[in-house]
């Protein structure tokens, strides 16, 4: 443990931040497995309505500084891809 207590606050703050990102992070891959289960089941309505979700929860972690910019565009790409080809 830390001595220091501006290093104890350190402590604090990153274990505070790292369950935020976590909970964050946790929801995104949810939102992204609900499409991947839509996709399974051929559903293309419940896809879209799971693609809608997902992207919303992946700009609003992006937002948040959970993922950089790029990571969230192309995942957003990569299920927008997988819904447009059941069509």
């Known amino acids: 443990m830390a001595n220091i207590k501006s290093a104890k606050k350190r402590i604090?703050?990153?274990?505070?931040?790292?369950a935020r990102n976590?909970?964050?992070?946790?929801?995104?891959?949810?939102?992204?497995?609900?499409?991947?289960?839509?996709?399974?089941?051929?559903?293309?309505?419940?896809?879209a309505a799971a693609l809608?979700?997902?992207?919303?929860e992946l700009g609003k972690a992006t937002t948040k500084g959970v993922y950089h910019?790029?990571?969230s565009s192309?995942?957003?790409?990569?299920?927008?891809?997988?819904v447009n080809r059941m069509a």
Do not use: F, G, M, P
């Open 12 to 18: 604090l703050v990153a274990e505070k931040r790292a």
């Open 22 to 47: 976590k909970s964050i992070r946790s929801k995104v891959k949810t939102a992204i497995k609900k499409v991947d289960a839509a996709i399974a089941a051929n559903d293309k309505d419940a896809a």
């Open 52 to 56: 809608r979700a997902a992207t919303s």
């Open 69 to 71: 910019k790029n990571t």
């Open 74 to 82: 192309r995942k957003i790409s990569r299920l927008s891809q997988a």
